[in-house]
């Protein structure tokens, strides 16, 4: 006898909406949000504006992971969501530096590149089946990384300092370690196949 317990409709509603409206996942997806004013204020070139927008993401960042750990609020849900609102965020960061400094544009290609394909793995982990992995301390300090690079340009924009190899440096720093991040979850994800090839190697066997 099947040990499996069956969920009604109404159920499985309510264990979605359970998954969906935690707090963590309000604040990712309030940094999605907060990605078009970022974008229209630095188009706009109100550099000032974009550059609190993007403080508040980043700091917001920084709170749902504490508040997903110390509330026992974690969700699978909220393991996609997290990193999406990251990398989306970041892109549109991008996007914005290029705008200002067209030299970045090489590198800032190689960061949507990176991002692109793991936004790629983590469809597929997903699809097979497989829980993504959580987002480990290389992945965030990447971030932080990211975002104190971006608020410097900005800030050199706004005060009209212009200094081509330090906005480089900078870019060139945070890429580094964004490629450090790309490998070791490239790591991550070879094991998460292999161990699913494997479950389902042992299940044909049986």
């Known amino acids: 006898m099947s040990n499996e317990v069956k969920l009604t409709e109404t159920e499985k509603k309510e264990l979605i909406t359970k998954d969906l409206m935690t707090i963590p996942n309000a604040i990712s997806f309030f940094r999605v949000i907060l990605i078009t004013p970022f974008v229209a204020f630095f188009v706009a070139k109100m550099y000032v504006a974009a ?29 996609i969501i997290d990193p999406l609102a990251d990398k989306l965020t970041l892109l549109a960061a991008g996007f914005c530096v290029i705008l200002i400094e067209p030299m970045a544009l090489p590198l800032m290609a190689a960061m949507v590149i990176k991002d692109l394909l793991m936004i790629i793995g983590g469809v597929l982990v997903v699809k097979h089946g497989m829980i993504p992995p959580k987002s480990a301390w290389y992945g965030k300090v990447g971030t932080v990384l990211f975002y104190i690079t971006v608020g410097l340009i900005v800030l050199m924009a706004v005060f009209g300092y212009v200094n081509r190899p330090l906005t480089i440096s ?26 699913k090839d494997k479950d389902q190697d042992s299940k044909t066997e049986n």
């Open 170 to 195: 900078l870019l060139c720093v945070t890429l580094a370690f964004e490629l450090f991040s790309f490998i070791n979850y490239a790591f991550i994800y070879v094991k998460l196949m292999k161990k």
């Open 51 to 79: 550059t609190i927008t993007v403080a508040i993401s980043g700091l917001s960042d920084c709170f749902d992971g504490l508040i997903a750990r110390k509330l026992h609020m974690e969700s699978e849900f909220g393991k």
